[in-house]
């Protein structure tokens, strides 16, 4: 069962490595390096959906193997609203992006980069959001109040 505790912590890193490619690869497409932008963002994507496997295998061995529930939250005051409220804002936006990054990614592979652009108007801001609160709720639950 002590293998369970290394999760959280890559979890985290696959999360900040996430934000780190979305963030370069909004530079390099200010600047005009389109390929840094691409191999950014499919990095960004690998990234993510490693994260994505991660998460889920960490939490159905917790819950299906060892029959344990969610990690308790331990902060108290106003640290826990606003815990719960990046958690549900975090929750609700990783659920909701999903589909916004897998056609953002289509568009551009297919060369529709006006629709691409459209899209990813949206789909950034959000998918940069998911992953910066990932860590967040990371550091809350098991750095900060543990």
Known sequence: MEYLNWFPHVNASLNALSGIFLLLGFV?????????????????FVTSSIFLICYIIHHSIRT?????????FAGEG???PLY???????TVLAIVVVPFI??????????????????ARWTY?????VSV?????YLMLYQIYK
């Open 28 to 44: 390099f497409i200010k600047l005009g390096q389109v390929h840094k932008h691409r191999a950014c963002m499919l990095s960004a």
């Open 64 to 72: 299906y193997y060892f029959g344990l529930g969610p990690t308790k």
């Open 78 to 80: 106003v640290a826990r």
């Open 84 to 90: 719960f409220l990046i958690l549900g804002t975090h």
């Open 102 to 119: 897998i056609v953002t990614l289509r568009y551009a592979l297919k060369g529709k980069f006006d629709s691409h652009r459209r899209i």
């Open 125 to 129: 801001p959000i998918w940069l959001y």
């Open 133 to 137: 609160t990932g860590v967040i709720v």
